[in-house]
């Protein structure tokens, strides 16, 4: 697939062909436009012209030779042909037109007419009276050449007054595009500046089509540097908790003197290398959070069922409880496997600590996907529901008596630009409210 070409070089090769669309309508359309009005100025000048001569052949009630001769000389003076059928039924018609023609007027019907005779076209306005003694009609006809002399003269200064217009309006559509498209440089300024590490994030003020844009790149960086932040930190956790635990292992296996090491060694031994594998477990879980992936999506209903069934498993005592109104196949933009911690996590602390039922709540209201999550047990304490959502909350800073899962939900919500509460339930227990918002 061939690459984009520039918005620039597109809008002009779009706008040369639709200014040369735009002059092709504009050509003919003058023309349709001159032709009207060429015809309408005919209408009314021939039609006062036959007014004219009708009130003088009623004023002086000529004979049929004067009448020739009036014919004869209004000829001579306008160039215009007569036809007069009077009510004898007798035709006097210019002599120097076309006979043949002149005579095709008496079988035309009355108003204006066209009487096309090879390359030469008469066009006339006839007029019948029923009501006279002496004429039966009056048709006043011209050469279809006798005004063509003019349109093309303002065909021509159409054409050029358009061709003006036309040049003034690419200009100014020119100017209009050159000044829409100035905000790209800034943005690709920013980007060049973002590359070579002179700021780290991309300016927010853009015109308002771009912003969600801006809005959706700030968050991937965010998102970016806040899983960098995060696999740092873990990684210096871990690197500190094997060397601590290999350096106790190590000291006990090389002291040589109490070889083997004593059942007290050993429980120890024991009770160290569980608690590594715990937390190479949670750092683990925490290293594989995703955070908010564009084009990816997952079912919350089923998701959330299926960690109920597992649940129903482990505490077969206790009752797990889902209220939605969503249907199972309602999908929602967030990586399956963080959603699925984060319900684990939720669920399974509700499982240790209620006393018979943990409630699971999903709702989408009108900022978003609503999860809470409530029991019966004893309930978290403010300073305690503080402390978990401190960001920078180690293992060994976590809530008491609710293991490392909070934390891990914790982090989860923040990389899916959520919100989390804690707070008490109806019962009296933990309730834990969690906010996804729609995707900008």
């Not at 290398?273 to 477990?281: F, T, V």
């Not at 630009?417 to 227990?429: A, D, F, R, T």
Request: aromatic fraction near 6%.
């Amino acid at each position: 697939m061939p690459a984009p070409k520039s918005i620039r070089r597109t809008a002009i090769q779009y706008g040369a062909v639709f200014s040369l669309v735009y002059f092709t309508l504009i050509f003919f359309s003058h023309a349709y436009v001159i032709k009207q009005l060429s015809d309408e100025s005919r209408k009314q000048h021939l039609s006062k012209e036959l007014e004219n001569f009708q009130a003088i052949i009623e004023a002086e009630s000529p004979t049929t030779d004067d009448l020739s001769n009036m014919i004869h000389q209004f000829e001579m003076l306008l160039g215009h042909a007569i036809v007069i059928e009077t009510a004898s039924g007798s035709v006097l018609a210019s002599p120097n037109f076309d006979q043949s023609q002149l005579q095709g007027a008496a079988e035309k019907p009355e108003g204006f007419i066209h009487i096309a005779q090879g390359a030469n076209t008469l066009f006339g306005l006839k007029r019948i009276f029923s009501a006279s003694e002496k004429l039966a009609s009056i048709s006043v006809l011209e050469t279809e050449g006798a005004l063509s002399e003019r349109p093309p003269k303002a065909h021509l200064t159409l054409l050029g007054a358009s061709a003006v217009l036309l040049a003034i309006l690419l200009a100014l559509i020119g100017t209009t595009t050159h000044l829409t498209l100035k905000p790209i440089s800034k943005i690709k300024e920013d980007l060049r500046r973002l590359q070579s590490g002179k700021q780290s994030r991309l300016n927010p003020h853009v015109p308002e089509e771009f912003r969600p844009l801006i809005r959706q790149l700030n968050d991937l960086l965010e998102l970016s540097n806040r899983r960098l932040d995060r696999h740092r930190r873990l990684n210096s956790d871990l690197s500190h908790l094997v060397k601590t635990s290999i350096s106790a292992n190590l000291a006990i296996l090389s002291d040589i003197d109490t070889l083997p090491p004593s059942r007290e060694d050993i429980v120890f031994m024991t009770s160290n290398l569980r608690e590594l594998d715990k937390s190479l477990n949670y750092r683990m879980s925490k290293a594989d959070i995703s955070g908010r992936q564009m084009g990816r999506t997952c079912m919350p209903v089923e998701i959330t069922a299926s960690v109920i069934t597992v649940m129903e498993k482990i505490f077969p005592d206790t009752v797990f409880r889902l209220h939605t109104t969503l249907p199972e196949n309602f999908s929602w933009p967030m990586e399956r496997k963080d959603l699925s911690e984060l319900l684990g996590n939720l669920l399974e602390n509700g499982g240790k600590w209620c006393q018979t039922t943990v409630d699971v709540t999903i709702v989408r209201t009108s900022s978003g996907l609503s999860i809470e999550v409530t029991d019966d047990g004893p309930g978290i304490s403010p300073e305690a529901a503080a402390t978990v959502m401190d960001r920078g909350t180690r293992l060994d800073e976590t809530v008491a008596g609710f293991g490392l899962g909070l934390s891990i939900v914790s982090e989860i919500v923040e990389d899916n630009l959520g919100h989390l509460e804690i707070g008490s339930s109806k019962n009296g227990g933990a309730r834990i409210m969690i906010l996804l918002p729609f995707p900008d």
